[in-house]
């Protein structure tokens, strides 16, 4: 099992809610997306392993660490509980589909 990757969200402190994004340009993290594209294809052709899809996690600029502009806010890492919490739902139900598939 492979996660794909998620990037943080420049100036995270501007979002408040689900879905508000902004440019992102800094360490590489516009590149995720392409990186994650060539995961997908290379995992879809070996049944053997699993690729847990999380990129929908791009879209929450709002669900980082920390206070406001000049608090030091981490853009890269979720609060939790939040966003990490429904990773570990998809990695359950992947689970259990393979314990059902090999069934």
Excluded at 4 to 9: L, Q
Excluded at 61 to 89: A, F, K, Q, S
């Amino acid at each position: 099992l492979y996660r794909t990757i998620t990037f943080g969200h420049e100036q995270c402190h501007k979002y408040s809610h689900p879905g508000e994004t902004g440019p992102v340009t800094m360490y590489n993290w516009a590149t995720f997306p392409e990186l994650n594209a060539a995961l997908h294809e290379v995992f879809s052709t070996h049944p053997k392993y699993t690729l847990l899809n999380v990129s929908m996690f791009d879209m929450r600029g709002d669900g980082h660490i920390g206070g406001g502009e000049n608090t030091g806010r981490d853009c890269l890492h979720y609060c939790v509980p939040g966003p990490i919490n429904e990773w570990n739902r998809l990695l359950y139900h992947n689970i259990w589909d393979e314990i059902h598939r090999a069934a």
